[in-house]
């Protein structure tokens, strides 16, 4: 399923089900790779942990995604369908950009921060085990 434009869904920081974790998603925008290959975007990259500075490149989402497969291969396809573009206010400033995961659903990718990676939960599934199960993992 590809999330559509304009709809709100669950979003769970790191992909942990808890309250703590669990903000909402607004779709911004369905991004064909086509299209991501044009939009170029300062990045993070090569964080130099002896001065804890992030050293920034200008990427296409394009290859920001590709990137992201290379390095963080337990979680991301090697195919998306699309990325999607999404505010989420109360977790960043910056909007946050999924791609498909190899559970067939979506997850975010760091791109202007580190720590922007979580799950979209566009059916419900996840918020539904946190709110009825009660159950937080």
Known sequence: MI??????YHFFDDGKISTSRHYIATVLEIIPLNKAKKIIISTPRDYNWDTQENHFV???LY??????VAHIDWIFS???ECIVKCAIPEYDDDPIYFAQDKRGGWFSMDVTNWWQGGRL???GKLYKILTEEGYER
């Open 78 to 80: 090697d195919d998306t």
């Open 58 to 60: 200008d990427m296409s």
């Open 3 to 8: 999330p559509e434009v304009n709809k709100q």
């Open 63 to 68: 290859d920001i995604w590709r990137d992201e």
């Open 121 to 123: 939960d566009i059916d």
